[in-house]
Protein backbone atom coordinates (compact mmCIF):
# COMPACT_ATOMS: atom_id res chain seq x y z
CA UNK A 1 0.00 0.00 0.00
CA UNK A 2 1.32 3.33 -0.54
CA UNK A 3 0.07 6.97 0.09
CA UNK A 4 -0.98 9.39 -2.35
CA UNK A 5 -1.29 12.45 -0.78
CA UNK A 6 -3.56 14.05 -4.21
CA UNK A 7 -3.98 17.68 -4.54
CA UNK A 8 -1.77 19.46 -1.51
CA UNK A 9 -3.60 22.99 -2.44
CA UNK A 10 -6.98 21.24 -1.99
CA UNK A 11 -7.23 21.90 1.72
CA UNK A 12 -6.53 25.56 0.78
CA UNK A 13 -9.06 25.76 -2.00
CA UNK A 14 -11.36 24.01 0.17
CA UNK A 15 -10.94 27.04 3.02
CA UNK A 16 -11.06 29.90 0.39
CA UNK A 17 -14.49 27.86 -0.61
CA UNK A 18 -15.79 27.97 2.73
CA UNK A 19 -14.74 31.29 3.23
CA UNK A 20 -16.77 32.50 0.22
CA UNK A 21 -19.98 30.64 0.79
CA UNK A 22 -19.74 31.92 4.59
CA UNK A 23 -19.33 35.52 3.41
CA UNK A 24 -22.18 35.35 0.62
CA UNK A 25 -24.45 33.98 3.82
CA UNK A 26 -23.68 36.65 5.95
CA UNK A 27 -24.73 39.33 3.29
CA UNK A 28 -27.50 37.42 3.22
CA UNK A 29 -28.34 37.56 6.83
CA UNK A 30 -27.02 41.25 7.07
CA UNK A 31 -29.86 41.93 4.55
CA UNK A 32 -32.28 40.37 6.36
CA UNK A 33 -31.59 42.09 9.14
CA UNK A 34 -31.71 45.22 7.59
CA UNK A 35 -35.11 44.71 5.97
CA UNK A 36 -36.64 44.48 9.63
CA UNK A 37 -36.27 47.59 10.47
CA UNK A 38 -39.79 49.99 10.19
CA UNK A 39 -37.40 52.78 9.70
CA UNK A 40 -34.31 53.95 6.87
CA UNK A 41 -31.22 51.64 8.07
CA UNK A 42 -28.29 54.53 9.44
CA UNK A 43 -24.59 53.29 9.33
CA UNK A 44 -24.65 52.04 12.95
CA UNK A 45 -27.80 49.71 11.93
CA UNK A 46 -25.40 48.52 8.92
CA UNK A 47 -22.40 47.59 10.89
CA UNK A 48 -24.16 45.75 13.61
CA UNK A 49 -25.92 43.70 10.77
CA UNK A 50 -23.06 43.10 8.96
CA UNK A 51 -21.28 41.90 13.06
CA UNK A 52 -24.39 39.97 13.65
CA UNK A 53 -24.73 38.30 10.42
CA UNK A 54 -20.74 37.09 10.64
CA UNK A 55 -21.08 35.88 14.02
CA UNK A 56 -24.64 33.86 13.12
CA UNK A 57 -22.63 32.44 10.59
CA UNK A 58 -19.67 31.63 12.61
CA UNK A 59 -22.12 29.68 15.01
CA UNK A 60 -23.62 28.07 12.05
CA UNK A 61 -20.22 26.98 10.73
CA UNK A 62 -19.41 25.35 14.65
CA UNK A 63 -22.79 23.85 14.39
CA UNK A 64 -22.08 22.25 11.41
CA UNK A 65 -18.32 21.33 12.17
CA UNK A 66 -19.74 19.58 15.10
CA UNK A 67 -18.18 21.88 17.86
CA UNK A 68 -18.77 23.34 21.02
CA UNK A 69 -21.14 26.67 20.18
CA UNK A 70 -22.45 27.62 23.35
CA UNK A 71 -20.09 30.62 24.76
CA UNK A 72 -20.50 32.04 21.06
CA UNK A 73 -24.38 31.09 20.96
CA UNK A 74 -24.95 32.82 24.88
CA UNK A 75 -22.49 36.12 23.24
CA UNK A 76 -24.58 36.45 19.79
CA UNK A 77 -27.81 35.93 21.67
CA UNK A 78 -26.31 39.31 24.20
CA UNK A 79 -25.94 41.23 21.30
CA UNK A 80 -28.66 40.52 19.51
CA UNK A 81 -30.75 41.75 22.44
CA UNK A 82 -29.21 44.90 23.14
CA UNK A 83 -29.58 45.69 19.02
CA UNK A 84 -31.73 47.03 17.21
CA UNK A 85 -32.84 44.18 15.07
CA UNK A 86 -34.01 42.46 18.64
CA UNK A 87 -37.99 41.28 19.32
CA UNK A 88 -39.62 44.64 21.17
CA UNK A 89 -40.40 41.74 24.31
CA UNK A 90 -36.57 41.40 24.25
CA UNK A 91 -36.15 45.09 24.68
CA UNK A 92 -37.95 45.63 27.18
CA UNK A 93 -36.49 42.38 29.36
CA UNK A 94 -33.01 43.52 29.19
CA UNK A 95 -33.86 47.36 30.74
Do not use: C, N
Not at 2 to 24: T, V
Not at 38 to 51: C, L
Not at 59 to 88: M, Q, T, Y
Amino acid sequence: MSFHPGDPLRGYKRMRELAELDRAKAEAVAKDLLGTLSRAATPVDKIMAKSLAIAIVKLDRKLADGKDAGIARRALVEALVGSPFAPESARLLAQ
